[in-house]
């Protein structure tokens, strides 16, 4: 396989681009060599500039759960194309798709659009002290909401991927109201309310997928939420990743909780730059024009973003490929799993629904710390064999895999052979 292109193009990029990348987990910094340069994607699969064709448990970091240019979603979105680019005004997309989104949340009776996940969850936190009128938010270890200030401390994604405990250039004063906890430890979140009185919520990715994947135990985020209405405090769920993957109804559908506030993204654009966050009435009449929290954007609601996300859930309703994904993610799992067996290789796999990862460490994995001793080495390793055997992985240990409703039995025969090359090699 040739990466010939794709390293010209690195080395052009990094005259004008940081690093050559506009998002610091794709430069491949923590598993060695330079990134890929993608010229296409089409179905289960995408292509890079020097021709080769992958098999891809990328999908953008999460956004592209029907595979790539779904008929239906190009179709929409061209449609939009034809009638302008943005406006500045309300269109009726935007109300349709406010209407998805509300009906599948049932926390949610209203619902803003922005454009991206990190602004979604910011305006949440807003949003929380606002309602409040208190100023503390806990977060958890391990848990990435986005690049906003506040929130940039113990999390993963990049983060974790560059081993940075947080950012430069984040003042002291931006963080003095974030609080951490640890994941499937409720005690650490009461530490916190016996010290403080004016916490104004936690924020919780309900299935963490930005230091792997790490699933809440057994009635953590029902009991979380049942503690923080104790204590006259917000739940509020960011669900950028999970919402519409783990189910239609995100996870709190799956693990039967009502979060006070919701953020989405990815999968609610198919690949266009949407986020939202949404409440029940009572909170969002805090927002304005409504109420007194500002929050605003020039390209909100944008009506390409919106036709793609129409199309994107219109399709996953009628789709409803959760049994399938179930399905699937079992079957990659024990092909991960046996084939280490195979190899003689320690390793670890958590998976919800869509969500996977292996981590190569014996113990299981419950929380940020017990991630970090996944050996990043062995993943490097298995990250290069899988690429050169066609298969397109996150070049992190610490981000999820993700699949889509597109792949096929001729996928998962690639993706099981290029897992048996890799762990043969990882097991050298
Ligand atoms: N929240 C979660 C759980 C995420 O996984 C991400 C991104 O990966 C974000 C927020 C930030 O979203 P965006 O990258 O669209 O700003």
């Known amino acids: 396989m040739k990466f010939k292109k794709s390293q010209k193009l690195y080395e052009k990029g990094l005259k004008n681009l940081v690093g050559a990348v506009n998002s610091p987990v794709r430069a491949f910094s923590s598993v060695g060599g330079n990134p890929l340069f993608i010229k296409k994607a089409k179905g289960t699969k995408i292509t890079d500039v020097d021709g080769n064709e992958y098999v891809d448990l990328v999908l953008s970091y999460g956004p592209m759960i029907l595979g790539h240019r779904h008929k239906k979603v190009q179709k929409g979105v061209d449609k939009?194309?034809?009638?302008?680019?943005?406006?500045?005004?309300?269109?009726?997309?935007?109300?349709?798709?406010?209407?998805?989104?509300?009906?599948?949340?049932?926390?949610?009776?209203k619902v803003r659009f922005v454009n991206s996940g990190t602004e979604a969850v910011l305006s949440a936190v807003r949003l929380a002290r606002a309602f409040t009128g208190k100023d503390k938010i806990i977060k958890f270890s391990g848990c990435y909401h986005g690049h906003q200030d506040s929130l940039l401390v113990a999390a993963g994604s990049g983060l974790a991927t560059l081993s940075m405990p947080g950012s430069k250039g984040v003042p002291e004063g931006a963080v003095k109201n974030t609080l951490i906890a640890n994941y499937n430890d409720l005690d650490s979140v009461k530490a916190h309310f016996k010290k403080h009185k004016d916490i104004a919520g936690v924020i919780i990715e309900p299935i963490?997928?930005?230091?792997?994947?790490?699933?809440?135990?057994?009635?953590?985020?029902?009991?979380?939420?049942?503690?923080?209405?104790t204590q006259g405090a917000l739940l509020i769920a960011d669900e950028v990743m999970t919402g519409f993957r783990s189910k239609f109804g995100g996870a709190q559908e799956l693990l039967g909780v009502e979060a006070d506030i919701t953020c989405l993204g990815k999968v609610i654009g198919g690949g266009f730059p949407v986020g939202a966050y949404g409440a029940r009435e009572e909170i969002m009449q805090e927002v304005a024009p409504l109420g007194g929290m500002y929050q605003a954007g020039t390209l909100s609601g944008n009506p390409i973003a919106m036709a793609g996300g129409i199309a994107t859930l219109t399709e996953l309703k009628k789709q409803d490929p959760y049994k399938k994904f179930e399905e699937i993610g079992s079957i990659i799992e024990v092909i991960l799993l046996e084939t280490a067996k195979k190899y003689n290789v320690a390793l670890t796999v958590n998976r919800f629904g869509s969500m996977l990862n292996p981590f190569f460490v014996n113990s299981e994995v419950t929380n940020f710390v017990e991630a970090q001793l996944s050996d990043t080495k062995k993943f490097a390793v298995f990250f290069w064999e899988m690429i050169k055997n066609g298969v397109f992985l996150p070049p992190s240990q610490f981000e999820a895999w993700f699949l889509s409703s597109a792949l096929s039995d001729k996928d998962i025969k690639i993706i099981a052979e290029a897992v048996d090359k890799a762990m043969e090699k990882v097991s050298k």
């Open 208 to 229: 963490a997928g930005n230091m792997g994947v790490v699933i809440p135990e057994n009635n953590f985020l029902v009991e979380l939420k049942a503690y923080l209405e």
């Open 80 to 109: 939009a194309l034809k009638k302008g680019y943005s406006f500045g005004a309300s269109t009726e997309a935007e109300i349709k798709l406010a209407k998805i989104v509300c009906d599948a949340f049932p926390g949610m009776d």
